[in-house]
């Protein structure tokens, strides 16, 4: 009795959920309306000038050929780098749970690359598949590939493709290891003994049973593609050639940030934040229904 | 015991810092750059030496990452209310610095209330004239200044039978498709895109990239370098690019080691290259002025400047800017420009400073050094050599090096390219002069 009358059982729920809120209210809600609010304005890049335009930027935006084909190469860009990350992941954490020596050291190296930054994965690549300089640019050309990213697009979307893969498998390779670890080893014993080859075993059992992490990953990448290869682009293409690498919020980056137009630059990203959240509310909605917990 | 000796140190530390700075107050002045390496080192050396020369002011430089990292950091600064005293800004931010009327304060009008000796006469105006309004008033000191000029790798062009390296676009052509045969993945190439192939190319015939004096008299300015002339020279790229006589760097100098390491042997790019090509060259080379085409008439004109300038932020405090523009006065002393030219390879912006390095019989020794100031100099600037003013010019390299990439991929003809390049551009011009005129 005494205690409900110092703390009401509302207060208390409140306050033990206040530190999260607090987290959610200033690191996204309060810049996710900030975006919102300057996607209505037109600003100089000193904020001398500032006028108030209604919708304009997203008309203006909308108009601009250049946006559609950004939507374009962002969703081929993130599907190719969702697919191949996760199927890498996949292949390399089924290949490392088998009983191997040194299979500790196997695993180490493979958690590895995660801890490079994505810019600095990019300039390696970048040496690596630099034309007239980088080795793996050089094999190319002797085996008759007229390797140019600089001025062919489908090989500037390579490079990023394989650099962003290439820097996201160990995080998926994790998820995967861990996952495949706690699958329990008499269900696939059983089907051993009833006959099942390692193949039929790998999707019959493992494969859904592992289908939460792999749902987990398929969000986690998704978001990763859409935002996190930010730097991974801008140190290796730079968006070009002609836009080819050019992915939504890379033209965020460049409108607001190279551009100063902040306006249209805040305009794109609550579109970006919008298809994001679409993306995800359908994961949720129909992919999730599939999952076996 | 750790944490007591590093208590102690930190003590010691700061009674130190207090037993050096002296009874009176020192003004500090920070300057934001964004210089790395050997060129760090000459911004500490100058903020250093002017410290040294007198005890009332501090100049305190800081590295702010890249030319758009500086000038990014320097924009949040201003809009958080805490601005640097000096900023380096790259040649293609003026528009934006210049636009930003109450965020700087222009250096011709800091020089005369300050009542420092201070004559625009005194410049080179193939240099100031970038940074300066079209009655020539100086809104913004230069201080590392190059111009465009071509590499040329002297062993390659021998080996393919060349006799001098080119002067003129066809000869480029010509000894392109011949170098092909020695250097089969790249004859001749190219650094900064944009900045060569228009804004260079332009000055360099005489002829405008836009209205308005390139925009200098105004930012009403409209674009209009989708001419013959620049079609011209697109199209015999597109050509040459076909069998990779010449073959495209990418936007920035990235493909600059594509001339060290002696795969293109003729390489247009910027002559701040010089160190890196001295360094690192293992053949003979020169570098010689841009190739113009002969039919203009009048070619060549002049080159233009690349580099950056130090603007003067508005809001700092009265002996601020008495620092500021003392800064400015020792900067300009002929000795030191003499001595920052021979030993940073930037270009020296004041004509005393020009000659008295060509008496002392330094270019004979290092010609190379001396080309970008003879392109420079080679006519007196008119309204389409002085400089370029156009507002979102940093996204607008990137607009226009877009196009020109997908006219050498053959995706676009080079009419085509060139008027996509126009008209997004002046979308964007139209942009910048809405937020701009206010």
């Known amino acids: ?293 | 015991m750790v944490f007591r000796g590093f208590s102690a140190a930190a003590a010691g530390a700061i009674s130190l810092a207090f037993a050096a700075s002296p009874a009176f107050a020192v003004t500090e002045i920070q300057w934001w750059h964004a210089m790395t390496g050997p060129n760090n080192d000459v911004v500490v050396k100058l903020a250093n030496d002017f410290n040294a020369s007198q005890s009332e002011y501090k100049i305190v430089p800081s590295f702010k990452g890249s030319y758009a990292d500086t000038l990014n950091a320097g924009i949040a600064a201003f809009r958080a209310g805490n601005a640097p005293g000096i900023m380096q800004v790259f040649e293609v931010g003026t528009a934006t610095m210049m636009a930003a009327k109450g965020a700087v304060k222009p250096v011709f009008e800091l020089m005369k209330e300050q009542g420092e000796k201070f004559d625009p006469q005194a410049y080179l105006p193939a240099i100031t004239g970038y940074y300066s309004t079209s009655k020539g008033e100086m809104l913004s000191f230069p201080f590392n200044s190059s111009s465009m000029v071509m590499w040329v790798n002297l062993d390659a062009l021998k080996a393919a039978g060349i006799a001098e390296p080119p002067k003129t676009w066809p000869e480029v052509f010509a000894d392109a498709k011949k170098l092909h045969a020695t250097s089969p993945t790249c004859g001749f190439s190219s650094s900064w895109v944009t900045w060569g192939f228009i804004e260079q190319f332009s000055a360099w015939h005489n002829i405008p990239i836009g209205s308005k004096a390139n925009g200098l008299d105004g930012f009403d300015t409209v674009l209009s370098f989708n001419n013959p002339l620049e079609t011209k020279l697109l199209e015999n790229l597109i050509e040459l690019q076909k069998d990779k006589s010449y073959d495209y760097s990418g936007r920035t100098n990235t493909g600059e080691g594509r001339f060290t390491s002696g795969e293109c042997p003729l390489y247009m790019t910027s002559s701040a290259f010089y160190p890196n090509v001295k360094a690192n060259a293992k053949f003979s080379y020169t570098a010689v002025p841009m190739p113009y085409f002969p039919d203009v008439n009048g070619a060549p004109q002049n080159s233009i400047i690349g580099g950056a300038s130090l603007w003067v932020m508005a809001g700092q405090k009265p002996e601020e800017y008495r620092g500021i523009a003392k800064f400015f006065t020792f900067l300009s002393d002929t000795d030191r420009q003499v001595y920052l030219h021979e030993v940073s390879g930037y270009l020296p912006i004041t004509k005393a400073a020009y000659e008295k390095t060509k008496e002392s019989g330094f270019y004979d020794k290092n010609p190379i050094l001396e080309v970008p100031l003879k392109e420079l100099t080679n006519k007196t600037p008119t309204e389409n050599s002085r400089g370029l003013r156009f507002g979102g010019m940093v996204q607008m390299r990137d607009v226009w090096s877009e196009e020109i990439e997908a006219a050498l991929a053959g995706k676009k003809s080079a009419k085509e390219a060139l008027d996509a390049a126009v008209s997004r551009g002046n979308q964007m011009l139209r942009q910048f002069e809405r937020t701009a005129a206010k």
């Open chain 1, 1 to 293: 009795m005494e205690n409900r009358a110092i703390f009401s059982g509302k207060l208390l729920a409140f306050l033990l959920v206040a530190p999260q809120l607090a987290v959610s209210l200033i690191f996204f809600y309060w810049p996710a309306a900030q975006a919102v609010w300057q996607s209505f304005l037109v600003q100089d890049a000193f904020g001398l000038s500032t006028e108030f335009v209604w919708f304009e930027n997203y008309v203006e935006l909308l108009k601009t050929p250049e946006y559609y084909h950004a939507v374009g190469v962002t969703f081929l860009f993130s599907t190719l780098v969702v697919v191949f990350s996760l199927a890498i992941g996949l292949l390399l954490a089924v290949m490392a749970n088998r009983n191997i020596r040194g299979v500790q050291i196997y695993r180490t190296f493979l958690i590895i690359p995660y801890a490079v930054a994505p810019a600095v994965a990019s300039v390696l690549f970048i040496f690596m598949f630099q034309p007239g300089l980088g080795m793996f640019a050089r094999a190319l050309q002797r085996w008759g590939i007229d390797w140019n990213p600089v001025l062919n697009g489908t090989h500037a979307m390579t490079l990023v493709i394989i650099v962003a893969v290439w820097n996201q498998i160990s995080y998926n390779f994790l998820f995967f290891l861990a996952g495949l670890q706690s699958i329990p080893k008499s269900v696939i014993e059983a089907a051993a003994i009833d006959g099942a080859r390692p193949m039929r075993r790998f999707w019959t059992i493992v494969f859904p049973l592992l289908s939460p992490t792999t749902f987990f990953l398929i969000v986690v990448n998704i978001t990763y593609a859409f935002f996190n290869t930010l730097g991974i682009i801008d140190t290796a293409t730079g968006g070009g050639p002609n836009g080819a690498t050019q992915t939504l919020v890379y033209k965020v980056f460049q409108d607001g940030k190279v551009g100063s137009d902040l306006g249209g630059s805040a305009a794109q990203s609550v579109i970006l934040m919008v298809i994001v959240v679409i993306l995800t509310a359908v994961q949720f909605r129909y992919v999730e229904k599939k999952v076996h917990y």
